[in-house]
């Protein structure tokens, strides 16, 4: 019986990268990730090589069943260069895996009809943002069907999604992801990611992560990141955790250059959000660049912390690799 594999992987596109994606058709359903084989891909139109030698490789890394097609699987793919070294392109390869840190992401993103996010009238703007944030109601509430649709997709697929809802500007969603393990957590967001796109695509219209879509009085759009290491769940410490808050703001700067383009155009110190010149961090304080949340302290200064810093475009790879590397300094 033939079986699909959809190849996923991610472009060399600046300053983020884009996914693609292609079908093999194979005989018979493999049993892990390792069993499905490497192929190729022409890179010269990915901008990840030049036309005279073009061949870049897929070297699958993380497999699961795609819900939506018969007989078939997505595996997510990391992209090597034709001898076999990690492409520069490659995020994934650039870090190593730590099973010890937990990774909750909070991905925001709009739903696009056209130039103007779904729910928006042709001239002008809806009511100012207040009624949209866990709405209910026609009102209020846009593209609904894309996120249940989505949401069913990934548990389908088996990854870890926690919860969705709505956000505070009209046609902005939210949804919640959770694994153990960098790269698993990382791993998971890309394909979600794709699900979302595919899901969208079936319905004629398009998903933004540019973390701020529309100008002016509205929300933008984020990735906060909640992380944790067996030392910050169970041992804490209001001073251990404060000295944690420090060495980020000791890398700030490396922190912002990794966390999405246009992410100064969010980052404003208004709708929630920090100036991206400045750090600071506070309990249950959503204007921080990292949230010590209420629950952290409450439990003996003992949980997770909320970095809020990353866009909603952000490249996971990039953004947990910066806390890795915060968190061994």
């Known amino acids: 019986m033939s079986y699909k594999l959809e190849y996923i992987w991610l472009d060399g596109y600046q300053p983020e990268p884009s996914l693609r994606s292609k079908t093999k058709v194979i005989d018979s359903e493999p049993a892990k990730v390792e069993d499905c084989p490497e192929w190729s891909f022409d890179g010269s139109s990915t901008e990840q090589a030049v036309g005279h030698s073009s061949d870049c490789l897929l070297k699958p890394v993380k497999m699961v069943t795609d819900p939506e097609r018969r007989n078939a699987s997505l595996v997510l793919c990391e992209v090597l260069s034709a001898d076999g070294s990690v492409h520069p392109s490659n995020g994934r390869g650039t870090f190593d895996d730590d099973p010890d840190l937990w990774i909750g992401f909070e991905q925001e993103y709009t739903i696009m009809s056209g130039l103007k996010p779904l729910g928006f009238p042709t001239d002008g703007y809806p009511g100012p943002q207040g009624p949209y944030y866990c709405s209910v109601g026609i009102n209020n509430c846009v593209g609904r069907e894309i996120v249940e649709e989505h949401l069913d997709t990934c548990l389908d697929a088996g990854l870890s999604i926690t919860g969705i809802n709505a956000e505070v500007m009209k046609g902005q969603w939210e949804y919640q992801l959770f694994a153990k393990g960098a790269k698993d957590a990382c791993d998971n967001l890309w394909i979600s990611r794709y ?34 290491t067996t030392a910050i769940r169970e041992e804490g ?14 890398r700030h700067h490396n922190h912002i250059e990794a966390y999405g383009s246009d992410n100064d155009q969010r980052l404003t110190g208004l709708h929630e959000t920090q100036s991206i010149d400045k750090f600071s961090y506070g309990v249950s304080d959503r204007g921080s660049s990292i949230r010590i949340p209420v629950g952290t302290v409450q439990n003996g200064w003992k949980g997770y912390l909320e970095d809020r810093r990353p866009a909603s475009n952000a490249d996971p790879y990039k953004v947990v690799r910066e806390i890795l590397t915060t968190l061994r300094s």
């Open 237 to 250: 410490g209001e001073e251990f955790i404060k000295g944690i808050c420090e060495k980020f703001r000791g």
């Open 195 to 228: 699900l979302l796109h595919r899901t969208a695509e079936a319905h004629g219209l398009t998903i933004e992560l540019h973390p701020k879509p529309i100008k002016g009085d509205w929300n933008g759009s984020g990735m906060h990141t909640n992380f944790s």
